[in-house]
Nanobody, 119 residues
């Protein structure tokens, strides 16, 4: 199984980007997933996630601006980012708990995609 993140790039403050994270392989389901971000010298932080019950959770700094979603048919997780700010500049990583029958769920990480917001 591989997770491929895409959609990052340069954007002006106030603009929008939509990140995608697609899982490939013999996948039964994606039970939970999240987007994280990291800047140089800082620890990776949670941006948004959803759990097995489908409930979403967001970092305070992105509430009301970012939306996490899933397309089960495409095995893809999305992060819609609106009203971007310079402080959103970071490498964004996706993580997903993937079920591959008959094995136990396992967490996988994507390779990261860079988002650069200019003011």
């Amino acid at each position: 199984v591989q997770l491929q993140a895409s959609g990052g790039g340069p954007v002006q403050a106030g603009g929008s980007l939509k990140l995608s994270c697609t899982a490939s392989g013999r996948i039964f389901s994606i039970d939970a997933a999240g987007w994280y971000r990291q800047t140089p010298g800082k620890e990776r932080e949670l941006v948004a996630e959803f759990g097995r019950g489908g409930r979403s959770n967001y970092a305070d700094s992105v509430k009301g601006r970012f939306t996490i979603s899933k397309d089960g048919a495409k095995n893809t997780i999305y992060l819609q980012m609106d009203d971007l700010r310079s402080e959103d500049t970071a490498i964004y990583y996706c993580s997903a708990e993937i079920v591959i029958i008959p094995f136990k769920p396992k967490v996988y990480w994507g390779q990261g995609t860079l988002v650069t917001v200019s003011s």
